[in-house]
């Protein structure tokens, strides 16, 4: 597994293309010693994104890429270019993108290929029942008003509702 944390001044292709490169270098990527994403011009930038997908698209087991805060991503050229790769590594390459919105990738061609799947916020908070059952791991019992209260100032988010409970002296499960 390979991870890169996006932030507003990767949005020029060396640099961005250079963070990829040195992360899948660290998880053990087989990646070739002369791949370098200092490249200038776009036939070059073209070139170098065929020999990583070329070295990705490798046998061996797949590599996963977490692209963290990839809304900072404004770039087209770079947003192109990981599509380009994620279209050309084949099953060599498994990509896992956060963002405080959609990316701006092609997700409909994704969708549609059966190749995407999506976790939103939604999909991630908890439940009133949920809620209940975190509450009561913490010796908490609330009436069915201030729970549902609860879940929807929070947003059924896990680090609201916990410190909701730590707010309300219970702390740790099993704390005294």
């Not at 099953?91 to 059966?114: E, K, S």
């Not at 913490?138 to 896990?158: F, I, P």
Request: glycine share 10%; charged share 20%.
């Amino acid at each position: 597994m390979a991870w890169v944390t996006a932030d507003k001044y990767d949005n020029r292709p060396g640099v961005f293309w250079s963070y990829v490169v040195a992360a899948l270098r660290r998880s053990g990527g087989a990646m070739p010693k002369a791949l370098s994403a200092t490249t200038r011009g776009r036939t070059a930038e073209h070139q170098f994104l065929l020999r990583l997908a070329s070295a990705l698209a490798a046998p061996g087991p797949p590599v996963t890429l977490v692209i963290d805060d990839f809304h900072l991503i404004t770039e087209p050229r770079v947003r192109n270019g990981l599509d380009f790769l994620v279209r050309n590594a084949g099953a060599g390459l498994r990509l896992a993108v956060a963002a405080q919105a959609a990316p701006l990738l092609p997700l409909h061609r994704y969708r549609l290929a059966g190749e995407l799947a999506e976790i939103r916020a939604g999909d991630l908070a908890f439940t009133v029942a949920e809620a209940g059952q975190l509450l009561a791991r913490h010796g908490c019992s609330l009436s069915a008003g201030s729970l549902d209260r609860l879940v929807r100032h929070t947003e059924g988010w896990a680090a609201g509702l916990r410190l909701a409970a730590i707010s309300l002296g219970l702390g740790a499960p099993g704390a005294p």
